[in-house]
């Protein structure tokens, strides 16, 4: 079991960032830093995630014992967490579709309400996690939604302390018993159909096929290829 050492921060730039320093410093696993606002959030592909008050943020210190090549199966693990904290307050009557999007984002009826950025250094992760809860990006690029949009009013620490006493079960079970389990919980909670896959050279559209044991995205393209993808962005 995890023991969570919260660090709450009216403000900051960025919770990725204090978690990563804090860790190289020598902080232990279970470190959450968490922020009411940043000023220089990030979000994944370099793109800003933009941080009015209102919304959570916050970074969790984690120090996975297992081969390196092995921690980014932990998005799955995030995202997981983030879909069972969502599915508990926004969809309480069960009237929503909540679902995951390849690789780490959770969709209310296909608008994205939460993003996740996995950091890395010698010997830790740090898995910064963004839940729109009072606000919405601005000009946003996809369709967005957030707990307030979907009429929950839940406080922004009991959502976080969902979030810890999610994490801890999934990361002990990933721990446990490696990533079959949670590829399975991922696959059953999975937005299907056609996926649009963002690459350097372009976009590639294609009906969504599996996630395989490495957590990468398997799609069949028009022609009636498989294609697999490690990395990108998918947009419908
Ligand atoms: C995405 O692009 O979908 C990922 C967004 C991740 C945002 C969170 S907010 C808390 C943490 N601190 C950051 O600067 N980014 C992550």
Not at 5 to 11: E, F, G
Not at 136 to 158: G, H, K, W
Not at 208 to 230: H, P
Request: include cysteine.
């Amino acid at each position: 079991m995890l023991t969570w050492n919260i660090r709450k921060l009216d403000q900051t730039s960025s919770t990725n960032d204090d978690a990563k320093h804090a860790a190289e410093s020598g902080a232990e696993e279970g470190l959450v830093v968490w922020a009411l606002q940043q000023s220089a959030g990030r979000g994944r592909q370099g793109r800003q995630w933009q941080s009015p008050e209102g919304n959570l943020y916050c970074s969790i210190l984690l120090r996975p014992k297992v081969a390196l090549r092995e921690w980014g199966k932990y998005s799955f693990v995030a995202a997981l967490v983030l879909y069972e904290a969502v599915h508990f307050y926004v969809n309480a009557r069960g009237d929503k579709a909540v679902e995951l999007k390849w690789p780490n984002d959770v969709l209310v009826n296909g608008k994205k309400i939460s993003g996740i950025l996995l950091e890395s250094g010698k010997g830790y992760l740090a898995v910064g996690m963004g839940l729109n809860v009072r606000q919405m990006p601005e000009n946003p690029i996809y369709p967005v939604t957030s707990f307030a949009a979907e009429r929950c009013d839940a406080p922004l620490d009991q959502i976080l302390n969902k979030i810890l006493e999610a994490l801890d079960a999934w990361y002990s079970r990933m721990n446990k018993e490696g990533f079959a389990p949670i590829r399975t919980a991922w696959l059953s909670r999975a937005r299907r159909g056609v996926l649009r896959v963002r690459q350097p050279n372009g976009d590639i559209q294609g009906q969504f096929a599996d996630l395989d044991e490495e957590g990468n995205l398997r799609l069949i393209l028009a022609d009636g290829t498989e294609k697999s993808f490690s990395t990108g962005d998918v947009f419908f």
